[in-house]
């Protein structure tokens, strides 16, 4: 896998929600998979994809009548003008959004209120060095 790859957190039981049900029903697991694929792309794009349903099922190498389907048929996106995002994608970009903000904080203030100054780390850093030789 590349470096540059993230993790998102999902329900392990997603499966049976009724309308991921009702898209496997419709779809089989290949609409689930095209689901999760869309699902993967909109925390890449900032939780909002263009309704360009040809250009991702080529993207996807599948037919655009089955992405439409997938975004429109099942209830799991909002729809807008001409994009479309998730609820549940915005609620996890905002909780490791807010995460993330308490870990910087909580780090500054770690170094705000450190002891040592970094020229004392080196020197203790520089010491270790001689008694491990």
Not at 46 to 66: G, P, S, V
Not at 95 to 116: C, M, T, V
Not at 119 to 132: I, L, P
Request: hydrophobic fraction near 35%; proline fraction near 1%.
């Amino acid at each position: 896998m590349a470096d540059n790859t993230f993790y998102f957190s999902h329900d392990y039981n997603t499966r049976l929600d009724d309308k991921i049900k009702d898209l496997i029903y419709e779809h089989g697991y290949l609409g689930y998979g095209l689901y999760w694929a869309l699902v993967e792309d909109l925390y890449n794009n900032a939780n909002a994809l263009r309704m360009n349903y040809k250009r991702i099922a080529d993207d996807y190498k599948t037919q655009f009548e089955l992405v439409e389907s997938i975004v429109e048929d099942f209830e799991l996106f909002i729809l807008s003008d001409k994009h479309f995002h998730s609820n549940s994608v915005e609620k996890r970009l905002n909780q490791r959004e807010l995460k993330s903000s308490k870990a910087r904080q909580s780090a500054h203030k770690r170094w705000d209120n450190a002891n040592a100054m970094p020229t004392q780390c080196d020197r203790n850093a520089n010491a270790s060095k001689m008694f491990a030789e």
